[in-house]
C-alpha cells in the first residue's frame, strides 16, 4: 500500500459494482438523523412567540441528545459489531420518525420538551453514524472514501431540505404539523428502500460472508487497544473543538442570518446551502483521501471557518457574502463528519471499528450538545452572536494544530521508519 492509498487496478470499480446499492441506501438512511439539527432553527421563533421559551431552553435538546449518546452511542457500536447494522438501522428509522413527530405535542411546560427530546434521543441512537458507515465499511476497501462520503452526505441532503420545508410548513400551516410532516414522511421515503438494499457483509448468506472474510480478513485494533492510543484522543479533542463552534452556529443559523441583515426568505435559501456544502466537502475529502494525508485534509477543513466567522464579524456584508461564510461552514462540517469516520478506518482498521467509533464519535456528539446551549446562553447574554463568533476563531486554530499533530497513518510512519533503518545499514 502506498503512503496515502494504492489498491489493485480495477479493485474500487469492482467494490462500487457489488455495492453501490448499499450506498444507496446508507445515504437515505443516514439522512433522517439530520432531520432534527437542521430543521431546529426554523421553529425557534414560532416556539418563543407561542410559548414564551428562551433560546437557551428551546436549543437544548441537542445536549439531551449528547448526554443520552454519552451511553447510547458505544453500546450501539458494539452491538453492531456484534449482530450486524441492518437490524439495528432499520428499527431506529421507525423509532426515529414517529418520536420526531411526537415534537407536535409539546405543551408551554418546559418540561414536556425536555421528555421530547429524551425520547427521541432514545431513539435516534439507533441511526447513528456508526450504524450506516459499518455497513459500507465492511463491503468497500479501494472505494472506501468515496463510498463514505455519499454515505455521509444524507445528512447534508437533510440540511437541504429540512430548514426549507419547515419554514414553508410552518409559514403555510403550523409548527404542529411541520414537526409531523417532516417526521413521518421522511421516514417512510427512507424506510421502503432500506428494507430491500440496506445489508452489511454480516447480514450475506453464511458461505458467502465466510469467503469474503478470508479474502480480506478484518484486522485493526480492539476498543482497547484504541482507548491506549494518544492518537485516539488527539483526534477526539481536535474533532470536537473544530465542530462545537460551526454546530453551535447551524442551531440557530436562521436568526443569525436574520440579525446579520438577511431576509428570512433568504436565510432560509443560504441554510439550504448549508446542506449542499456539506455534500460538496465530503465529495472533495472522499476524492482527494487517496492523494493526500487524512490528517492535513482534515487539519484545513477544520481552519476553513475562520473565514466565515470573519465575514459573519464585519456588519453589513452582502447577501451574497453570508452566503459564502455559510458555504464555508458547510464544507467544513460535511469533510469533518467524513474525515473522522475515514480515519478511524485508517488509524484503527476495522476490527472493531463500529465500537471504537462509538466512542470516538462521541466527539461529534458533544460538539452537538454543547454548542447549540452555548450559542443559546451567549444570544441571551450578550443579545447577539458575537461572541460566539470570535470564539470560534482560537478553536479553529487550536483544532487544526492538534489534527497536524496525530501524523501519518500507522503503515506509513512504519514504512518510514524501514526506510530509515534501511538507509542506515
Same mark, same amino acid.
Given at each position: 500500500?502506498?503512503? &496515502?492509498?494504492s ?8 467494490e462500487w459494482?457489488a455495492?453501490?446499492r448499499?450506498?444507496v441506501a446508507?445515504?437515505?438512511?443516514y @439522512?433522517?438523523?439530520g432531520m ?6 426554523a421553529?425557534?421563533?414560532?416556539l418563543?412567540?407561542e ?10 435538546g ?7 449518546s ?9 452491538l ?7 437490524p ?5 428509522i ?6 420526531? *413527530?411526537?415534537?407536535? $405535542?409539546a405543551?408551554k411546560s418546559?418540561?414536556s ?6 425520547l427521541? !434521543?432514545?431513539s ?5 453514524t456508526p450504524v450506516?458507515t459499518? *455497513?459500507v ?6 472505494g472506501?472514501g468515496? $463510498?463514505? *462520503?455519499i454515505?455521509?452526505a444524507?445528512s447534508?441532503?437533510s440540511?437541504i ?5 419547515a ?5 403555510h400551516?403550523?409548527? &404542529?404539523?411541520a414537526?409531523?410532516a417532516i ?13 430491500f438494499?440496506? &445489508?452489511?457483509?454480516?447480514?450475506k ?10 479474502? !480480506?480478513?478484518?484486522?485493526? @485494533?480492539?476498543?482497547a ?15 470536537f473543538?473544530?465542530?462545537i463552534?460551526?454546530l453551535?452556529?447551524l442551531?440557530?443559523?436562521?436568526p443569525?442570518?436574520?440579525?446579520a ?5 433568504q436565510?432560509a435559501? =443560504?441554510a439550504? !446551502? ?10 472533495i ?9 487524512? &490528517?492535513?485534509?482534515?487539519a ?6 475562520? =473565514? ?16 459564502l461564510?455559510?458555504f ?16 478511524t478506518t485508517r ?11 462509538g466512542?470516538?464519535?462521541l !466527539?461529534?456528539?458533544?460538539a ?21 463568533? @470570535? ?12 489534527m497536524?499533530w496525530?501524523g501519518d497513518?500507522?503503515e ?8 530509515a ?5
Amino acid at each position: 500500500m502506498a503512503d &496515502h492509498g494504492s489498491w489493485p487496478a480495477g479493485q474500487a470499480a469492482a467494490e462500487w459494482r457489488a455495492g453501490w446499492r448499499l450506498v444507496v441506501a446508507s445515504t437515505l438512511g443516514y @439522512m433522517i438523523i439530520g432531520m432534527s439539527l437542521y430543521s431546529l432553527s426554523a421553529f425557534i421563533m414560532p416556539l418563543q412567540q407561542e410559548f414564551g421559551w428562551s433560546r437557551t431552553l428551546i436549543t437544548s435538546g441537542p445536549s439531551i441528545y449528547a448526554a443520552t449518546s454519552l451511553f447510547g452511542q458505544p453500546v450501539i457500536g458494539w452491538l453492531v459489531d456484534r449482530v450486524g447494522p441492518r437490524p439495528i438501522g432499520l428499527a431506529g428509522i421507525v423509532a426515529t420518525a414517529i418520536t420526531f *413527530a411526537l415534537f407536535s $405535542a409539546a405543551t408551554k411546560s418546559p418540561y414536556s420538551w425536555i421528555a421530547l427530546w429524551l425520547l427521541y !434521543s432514545l431513539s435516534a441512537q439507533l441511526v447513528l453514524t456508526p450504524v450506516w458507515t459499518a *455497513a459500507v465499511a465492511s463491503e468497500f476497501e479501494a472505494g472506501r472514501g468515496l $463510498a463514505l *462520503a455519499i454515505t455521509l452526505a444524507g445528512s447534508a441532503i437533510s440540511g437541504i431540505a429540512a430548514p426549507l420545508a419547515a419554514t414553508v410548513l410552518i409559514a403555510h400551516y403550523d409548527w &404542529h404539523v411541520a414537526f409531523i410532516a417532516i417526521g413521518l414522511v421522511n421516514g417512510l421515503i427512507i424506510l421502503i428502500p432500506c428494507l430491500f438494499l440496506f &445489508h452489511s457483509r454480516a447480514d450475506k448468506p453464511r458461505g458467502d460472508r465466510e469467503a469474503r472474510a478470508e479474502a !480480506s480478513p478484518a484486522d485493526g @485494533m480492539t476498543l482497547a487497544e484504541s482507548l491506549r492510543s494518544p492518537v485516539f484522543w488527539k483526534l477526539m479533542f481536535s474533532i470536537f473543538i473544530g465542530y462545537i463552534t460551526p454546530l453551535a452556529m447551524l442551531v440557530s443559523l436562521l436568526p443569525l442570518l436574520v440579525s446579520a441583515g438577511a431576509s428570512k426568505e433568504q436565510a432560509a435559501v =443560504i441554510a439550504a !446551502s448549508f446542506g449542499i456544502a456539506g455534500i460538496v466537502g465530503k465529495l472533495i475529502c472522499g476524492v482527494l483521501v487517496n492523494r493526500i494525508a487524512g &490528517h492535513v485534509i482534515t487539519a484545513v477543513a477544520i481552519a476553513l471557518p475562520i =473565514i466565515s466567522y470573519l465575514i459573519l464579524l464585519s456588519p453589513g456584508q452582502p447577501v451574497a457574502l453570508l452566503a459564502l461564510a455559510i458555504f464555508l461552514v458547510g464544507c467544513s462540517t460535511g469533510s469533518q463528519l467524513k474525515m473522522s469516520v475515514y480515519l478511524t478506518t485508517r488509524y484503527f482498521g476495522m476490527r472493531a471499528f463500529a465500537s471504537i467509533f462509538g466512542v470516538l464519535g462521541l !466527539s461529534l456528539t458533544f460538539a452537538g450538545g454543547g454548542g447549540p446551549p452555548i450559542g443559546g446562553i451567549l444570544y441571551d447574554a450578550y443579545g447577539d452572536y458575537r461572541v460566539l463568533l @470570535m470564539l470560534g476563531i482560537p478553536a479553529a486554530v487550536i483544532g487544526a494544530l492538534v489534527m497536524l499533530w496525530v501524523g501519518d497513518y500507522p503503515e506509513v510512519r512504519q514504512a518510514r521508519l524501514a526506510r530509515a533503518a534501511a538507509s542506515m545499514t
